[in-house]
């Protein structure tokens, strides 16, 4: 290692241990349990589930481990010592004089990812048990669903830029296989293909700016750290060195951007991620919750320092990824009221939530933004799960809450309290998780003196709160409806939509069980209205919606700094290392450093305590920029929770005039008009104050923003493409008429003239059989050989 | 140095690949012949560029490995029409080019 920690006056011994050292296993265990299911899977009892489920339990217990040593390892370390990453690289191959490695970078933000990957992957297969009993690619699901999870902890633990493109580019495969997982139906494979094709778009960026910052930075980082350029710890301290041209990392943080843009479904490119519901619903809620999505937002704060200097972040101007981050958020939750599928509305809600944390990470708050990856994570897999739930064994396979759901709440006890609970949480209420790391975002992001970004911020906050509440009401509250009434589909409706998918499992389910095609749409789960769901499936709800209330407490800024472990766990310090080989610092100049940065850290705010982020470090180098933390009020906390009431309150009551009264109205009207004519003014007048809701205050308030937002989606961001395309068409046509017909053409007919009178003469020789062409061939370049050793010799 | 063993073992990959396609009927496997040429030059390219010290050899593996790609590609969406057309993937049936 080139790296210690900086001597202080006691020197720091850090400690380690077994799980820490040998975390890089934590990817090969799924990645290997995905070789026997595909291997051995389908002759096994379960057909492969066991070894994707016994494998993400490994994975967890190796990721436990590893974080339960590394908490040991930051508490054995002083207040202000940088803990130093536990780095491994082996070569992985050599060409051109360059080195490619692959290991590990172990430390507090990837073993808070590792933990909740594996975590919710775990759920999410034994979820998927259930869930996907008797599907036709019931194994090659699982296949999937263990390579897709190890695709994210390899991106995790990813020591360098190659190790790191190799796990996003295995998640993108992945996801492709898993959404268009029911791949018969049309829409499906197209959904498929419109999430691979988007984040590919953005992947372009990612290479780009691979390439642009390794070939920026690698002189530097070979000579000072004796690291290659593709290196995540050498990226960070020559991003901070104050050696690189601010255009090289302006470039290479914005192309890095771009990719973040597409995986992590931010504005433009955030169109591909309801459509990525058409995969079945574990894949929805592995993949909105700790994988995938979050990739985009992991690269970004695993890299902060490049994007701290490359988008000038903390600077006087906004910068680009706080201004994503913003129009995300608003933008995906007005989209949310529109959508009459729940997962449509999860959808966006997930999209508007990544709005949260990149514009967090692009306003400095990155600790809240890391935060907020966690605890979305178990509240936003609790929904979607609950979400499959009622699908599952309330409304026949489908996801329409209009058609097919309303009051559940009687009938799916535990899957109303986790919904509830989980919503509170994604609304931010004060006790649940969801507070105290978006409620932090918000407050960070004002303090760093973006007001406002803040007040968009705590807009998001009563948008996601109003359509939340509106889905919760359609769903749980009311009567029921459609197929959760007990009305059994026909034919047709089953391939509306997207509950198109689930009539094919059910397809194959009727296939296996009863060898005929009288069993589609009549087997076990028709035959009988809501009811709740199965062992398998409440019990990770349960774990989950314990996770949504608790997961907060692990940094719980308002009860002051000894609940802060998330901070003192995972946030990197900003502090300057020695490193050996550099010029060494005059001998109590670390010392003087350190201790500098102690005392301005006990000042409130801390502002600039450390060089780190802000001025050339002299004599080490920094890994962190130094950050500010805003003091928490709890004024602010509960005009946020107000704002949050405001808008549960004022979207029940809509929902309430909307949904329950309007259907009353609409019935009664019809039957009355047509039995006793128009004699019921008052009835009318009910129905006109309906009207008055919808057409009126809805429409000109929610509708034009939303429909705005979706006409931007669908004409102006598809124009443009669509464009493009007629566009290179009339070039080619042009091109057709012009040069090929006349200019190609007559020089071709010309020649062709020509050359007919020579083919006459060699015509014995054409004797149309290929394998005599080839002896031909081979024959000529035999002689042709001859010659040339001849004449050498 | 494995010099040797390199270029033997190339050699061998090329003459039961010209073998293949002068002798074999079947268009798959004459196009999986020629992909044996290809790599049987890869080798070739790789020893030479191993016992030189020098990366261009790989480069160029890397390119023929790409066009090897698109040749086969080509290929076999040439064999699927031909046995849409024909029912067969026989080459020795396939002599309308006679002169």
């Known amino acids: ?793 | 140095m494995l010099l040797n063993q390199f270029l033997i073992l190339g050699a061998i990959l090329f003459c039961i690949g010209v073998y293949g396609v002068i002798a074999r009927k079947n268009a798959v496997l004459v196009l999986m012949s020629i992909e044996l040429i290809l790599n049987s030059v890869n080798i070739n390219l790789l020893a030479f560029s191993l016992r030189n010290g020098s990366t261009d050899g790989h480069t160029f593996a890397l390119y023929v490995i790409a066009i090897a790609a698109a040749e086969v590609g080509v290929g076999l969406a040439m064999v699927l029409l031909m046995y849409r057309n024909r029912r067969s993937v026989g080459l020795d049936e396939l002599s309308e080019m006679k002169g």
């Open chain 1, 1 to 793: 290692m080139f790296v210690q920690a900086a001597e202080t006056a006691e020197k720091v011994v850090l400690t380690s241990g077994w799980f820490l050292e040998h975390a890089y296993i934590i990817p090969l265990i799924p990645a290997f349990a995905f070789l026997l299911i595909i291997f051995f899977g389908k002759r096994m009892p379960m057909k492969g589930s066991e070894f994707g489920i016994a494998s993400m339990v490994g994975a967890l217990v190796f990721s436990g481990g590893a974080a339960y040593q590394w908490i040991q390892r930051v508490n054995g370390a002083g207040e202000e010592a940088f803990i130093e990453p536990v780095v491994k690289s082996w070569t992985w191959w050599q060409n051109g004089g360059f080195s490619f490695g692959i290991g590990q970078h172990i430390d507090g933000l990837s073993l808070t990812i590792l933990v909740v990957v594996a975590f919710i992957s775990t759920l999410v297969q034994i979820y998927s048990t259930e869930y996907l009993h008797g599907d036709r690619r019931y194994t090659h699901f699982f296949a999937s669903l263990t390579l897709f999870s190890a695709g994210m902890l390899n991106m995790v633990v990813a020591e360098n830029m190659i190790q790191l493109i190799l796990g996003w580019e295995i998640m993108g495969l992945c996801s492709f296989m898993l959404i268009g997982h029911w791949w018969e139906d049309g829409a499906n494979s197209r959904a498929a293909l419109k999430a691979f094709f988007t984040t590919r778009t953005g992947d372009i960026g990612l290479l780009v700016g691979t390439s642009v910052l390794f070939f920026a930075a690698n002189d530097w980082t070979q000579k000072e750290l004796g690291l290659s350029g593709f290196s995540i710890r050498g990226l960070s301290a020559w991003a901070l060195s104050g050696t690189p041209g601010q255009t090289a990392i302006t470039v290479g943080a914005v192309a890095l951007f771009i990719a973040c843009i597409g995986k992590s479904g931010q504005f433009p490119l955030h169109t591909w991620l309801p459509d990525a519901m058409a995969g079945p619903t574990p894949v929805s809620s592995l993949l909105h919750s700790s994988t995938m999505v979050v990739a985009g937002v992991f690269l970004v704060a695993r890299l902060y320092p490049v994007f701290f200097e490359g988008m000038n972040i903390l600077g006087t101007n906004v910068n680009f990824i706080v201004v994503i981050g913003g129009i995300t958020i608003v933008i995906a939750a007005a989209l949310a009221f529109v959508q009459t599928d729940i997962k449509k509305v999860l959808a966006y809600s997930t999209v508007s939530q990544l709005g949260y944390m990149m514009m967090g990470l692009g306003a400095g708050a990155w600790l809240p933004a890391v935060f907020h990856i966690f605890t979305h994570a178990f509240f936003k897999a609790c929904l979607f799960l609950a979400a499959g739930s009622i699908s599952h064994s309330a409304s026949h396979h489908s996801f329409d809450m209009k058609k097919d759901m309303g009051g559940l709440r009687k009938f799916m006890p535990i899957t109303f309290t986790t919904w509830v609970i989980s919503t509170l949480a994604l609304c931010g209420v004060f006790p649940f998780s969801g507070f105290f790391s978006k409620d932090e975002i918000i407050d960070n992001v004002g303090h760093n003196g973006y007001n406002l970004f803040m007040i968009v911020g705590l807009a998001g906050a009563f948008l996601t709160a109003a359509y939340m509440t509106r889905a919760t009401y359609l769903t749980f509250f009311g009567e029921p409806r459609g197929a959760s009434a007990g009305e059994h589909h026909d034919e047709g409706h089953g391939h509306d939509a997207h509950d198109s998918h689930d009539a094919h499992a059910h397809d194959a389910h009727g296939h296996d069980s009863h060898d005929s095609h009288d069993a589609h749409g009549h087997d076990d789960h028709a035959s009988h209205g809501p009811r709740e769901s199965g062992p398998l499936i409440t019990i990770p709800l349960i774990i989950l919606a314990t996770l949504a209330i608790g997961s907060g407490l692990l940094n719980a800024t308002p009860f002051g700094e000894k609940w802060e472990n998330m901070k003192k766990w995972v946030e990197p310090r900003a502090v300057v290392v020695n490193v050996h080989g550099m010029a060494e610092p005059t001998g109590s100049h670390g010392e003087v450093k350190l201790a500098a940065g102690a005392v301005a850290a006990e000042e409130e705010g801390g502002h600039h305590a450390s060089p780190c982020g802000s001025e050339t470090p002299e004599g080490g180098v920094c890994y962190a920029p130094q950050l500010n933390h805003a003091p928490f009020k709890w004024a602010k906390g509960a005009m946020s929770v107000g704002i949050v009431f405001a808008g549960m309150i004022l979207s029940w009551l809509l929902c309430v005039q909307l949904y329950a009264r309007k259907n009353k109205a609409l019935v009664g009207l019809t039957q009355r008009n047509k039995l006793l004519g128009a004699g019921y003014a008052f009835l009318a007048n009910k129905y006109y104050l309906d009207h008055l809701y919808e057409r009126v205050i809805v429409r000109s308030i929610a509708h034009p923003i939303a429909r705005g937002a979706y006409w931007v989606n669908q004409n102006v961001l598809d124009g443009i493409v669509n464009g493009a395309g007629i566009g290179s068409r009339k070039i080619a046509g042009w091109v057709y008429r012009n040069v090929d017909q006349k200019v190609v053409d007559g020089a071709v007919n010309g020649a062709g003239n020509a050359a007919q009178g020579a083919g006459g003469a060699l015509q014995p020789v054409q004797s149309g059989k290929v394998n005599q062409y080839g002896a031909l061939l081979f024959g000529a370049a035999a002689i042709g050989a001859l010659v040339l050793v001849i004449i050498n010799t």
